[in-house]
């Protein structure tokens, strides 16, 4: 039997690889057709849909009233993103430059949005006000990108243009969505069926593990890069899908009627967080580049995350 969920707890991950792979080729075409900038629509169309996984494990674990999954899923994705896809694409790319289209102020306002989820939970319990703020920041976020790079000013008249738009690309968006909310309700069930099993918190299984899952497209994205021999990284599909991950943390705190969080040894996590994006705001701003040196070393950071998250959970 334990054999059996084991198999569909991989098999759902397999297909979330294939469901985000579909949504992340698809709004690529969008993207190419449009002419738009790549860093906006990196941030704010790859950002929302990269992070499909997430909202789908999250919704399935407000429905089963386990708000432990969604929690550790979205802040362990923060770390996921900034201590282990970008760590082993410098690892294997050589090194990777980071190129991006944020100011100082606007790189500063991006981090501020991703550390904001990190925060509200540092006492346990999160509001419905608190879900607010956490919106209404992404909201802000949003339109400082779009009004600096200009994705829906009057004179881009390509977002009108019906032959930009393919048919097959919009149904291949609705079937990767498909595909992956499906996969995400069995990774949810599973999850809560393997942290029962072991008697883990489920907050520490979606940290360690399902974050690690619903990361698949940001990961696709750096076996791409280092397969097609590009060292250069939008950034944007970073900095999107970790501050999206404040949007839903907002919507399901929402859903979940603002519910106590009994979270144990949360400051340690909330300062590996911190720490990933310092590191990350170091490299971005002073040195525009990642070594494979500096990738050991937060890929370091993130084996140091998981070994102190799972003895002293």
């Known amino acids: 039997m334990v054999l059996v ?23 690529s075409n969008f993207a190419k057709k449009l002419r738009l900038s790549s860093f906006t629509v990196s941030f704010l169309l790859l950002g929302i849909l990269t992070s499909t996984p997430e909202f789908s494990v999250g919704i399935q674990a407000v429905a089963d009233h386990n708000p432990g999954i969604f929690v550790g899923n979205l802040l362990g994705g923060i770390i996921v993103i900034f201590l282990f896809i970008i760590p082993l694409l410098a690892i294997f790319g050589n090194g990777i430059s980071l190129k991006h289209e944020l100011d100082k102020k606007h790189l500063i306002a991006s981090i501020g949005v991703i550390l904001a989820p990190s925060v509200v939970v540092l006492d346990k319990r999160v509001t419905n006000l608190e879900g607010f703020i956490l919106v209404f920041m992404y909201f802000i976020l949003a339109f400082l990108v ?49 942290a029962d099993l072991f ?13 690690l899952g619903t990361n698949i497209p940001e ?31 907002g919507i399901f705190t929402f859903l979940n009627d603002g ?26 701003r002073t040195k525009n580049f990642i070594s494979r040196t500096n990738g050991f070393i937060l890929l370091g950071i993130y084996v140091l995350f998981v070994f102190f ?4 959970k």
Do not use: H, P
């Not at 008697?199 to 940290?207: D, E, P, Q, R, T």
């Not at 696709?220 to 970073?238: L, P």
């Open 199 to 211: 008697n883990i918190s489920a907050f520490y299984v979606g940290l360690i593990i399902v974050s």
């Open 146 to 194: 779009q009004r600096k790079n200009g994705l829906f000013d009057r004179e881009n008249s390509s977002l009108l243009n019906k032959k930009a738009y393919s048919y097959k690309d919009i149904l291949k968006v609705f079937l990767g969505v498909a595909i992956v909310f499906i996969s995400s309700t069995i990774i949810v069930d599973k999850t809560t069926y393997f």
């Open 259 to 284: 519910e106590v969080l009994t979270v144990n040894n949360f400051i340690a996590t909330f300062i590996f967080i911190g720490s990933a994006l310092t590191f990350f705001y170091y490299f971005s």
């Open 219 to 249: 990961m696709s994205i750096a076996v791409r890069s280092v397969i097609e021999g590009k060292r250069d990284i939008a950034m944007g599909d970073y900095l999107g899908s970790a501050s999206a991950n404040t949007l839903l943390f």
């Open 309 to 312: 998250e799972l003895v002293g």
């Open 5 to 27: 969920n084991v198999l569909l707890y991989l098999v759902s991950f397999f297909f979330i690889w294939i469901g985000a792979g579909l949504i992340v080729s698809s709004t």
